[in-house]
């Protein structure tokens, strides 16, 4: 497993991270989950206070349990559940940053986060408060870098400016292309990406024409176009999933693709498909077929 760090930071990450929020609420079946994943070198796990109101943290801590130090811990804060109903309010204030990470270091049993992330925001946002929370939190330990979850390119752009981030988790994939017009700008400021959704929700798997049946479409794709997007795709190489995975890291930004599992099969899986050979060309070619798009909302 290739390592690479996070920005200019001592993060060094995984190429492949978990993405915690799949895993089942049963303690047994994580456990097995997470050992897996630390067992084909993954160190990178990614979770968020957001997940189950909580649960998908505590299920977290349980299972590393003494392995905690082998790993790098990434959570995130800034959704607010009202403790009566399932509401959810965003909530970027520093008083509330500052006491959910208690919260957080309390359910993953540790006493710092290595990543601590803001789950989105607002261009209206108080971003100067939020900003000196992360940095308040840095100074006193329980936190060791800071990262914001976005795909509003003003919201990054204000981040990238204004603040020490390290990280930028994006939606990106081969269907969903739109980060490619910033990672260039991103990588210049020692800042790097990390991907979730390079899947495209299993449409860039081995079930991909499967999965196109029950979709009307995906993205700027409509129906027709995503089933002859796949097909061509498949042309190229019939592990759509090894394509998908490689294509986003080519870019030398992207520091880690976050992937979901909910057994350790598809830990295993993943891993096959990331160490299986896909060429340059192959990636080209796929980014011929499939559309450059670009961010319509939230550029100002």
């Known amino acids: 497993m290739n390592m690479k760090n996070l920005g200019t930071s001592n993060l060094e990450v995984s190429e492949i991270a978990l993405g915690c929020m799949s895993l ?5 079946e994580a456990q097995g989950i997470i050992d897996q994943a630390l067992n084909v070198g993954i160190n990178y796990f990614d979770t968020a206070d957001l997940y ?13 349990g ?3 130090q082998e790993i790098i811990l990434a959570t995130k804060v800034g959704n607010q559940w009202d403790p009566h109903s399932d509401q959810v309010t965003w ?11 208690h919260e957080s270091l309390r359910r993953l049993k540790t006493d710092y986060i290595d990543l601590y992330q803001l789950h989105g925001g607002m261009i209206t946002d108080p971003s100067d408060e939020t900003i000196e929370a992360f940095e308040t939190l840095k100074k006193e330990g329980l936190i060791r870098e800071y990262g914001i979850s976005s795909i509003r390119p003003n919201v990054i752009k204000r981040f990238m400016e204004q603040s020490a981030i390290v990280s930028i988790m994006m939606q ?11 990672l260039d700008e991103i990588g210049a400021s020692g800042i790097s990406v990390v991907t979730r959704g390079t899947l495209a929700k299993g449409l860039l798997t081995s079930e991909a024409l499967e999965r196109a049946k029950d979709k009307n479409g995906y993205m700027d794709y409509s129906q027709e176009e995503l ?10 190489e019939p ?11 080519q870019h030398g930004t992207v520091a880690s693709i976050v ?3 909910s057994s350790a099969a598809q830990i295993r899986d993943t891993i096959a498909a990331y160490d299986t050979s896909i060429s340059a060309d192959q990636i080209n070619m796929a980014k011929k077929i499939t559309m450059k798009a670009k961010y319509i909302e939230h550029r100002e």
């Not at 089933?227 to 190229?236: A, D, M, P, T, V």
């Open 24 to 28: 089942p609420n049963n303690l047994k």
């Open 52 to 64: 189950g109101k909580g649960q998908n943290e505590e299920v977290v801590g349980q299972a590393l």
């Open 66 to 68: 003494s392995r905690r």
């Open 91 to 101: 909530n970027p204030s520093a008083d509330y940053i500052k006491s959910q990470v």
């Open 172 to 182: 990106y994939s081969l269907l969903d292309r739109r980060p490619e017009e910033f």
């Open 227 to 236: 089933e002859k997007s796949l097909n061509e795709l498949l042309s190229i």
């Open 239 to 249: 592990n759509l999933n090894a394509l998908a995975l490689h294509a986003a890291l």
């Open 259 to 261: 992937a979901g599992a």
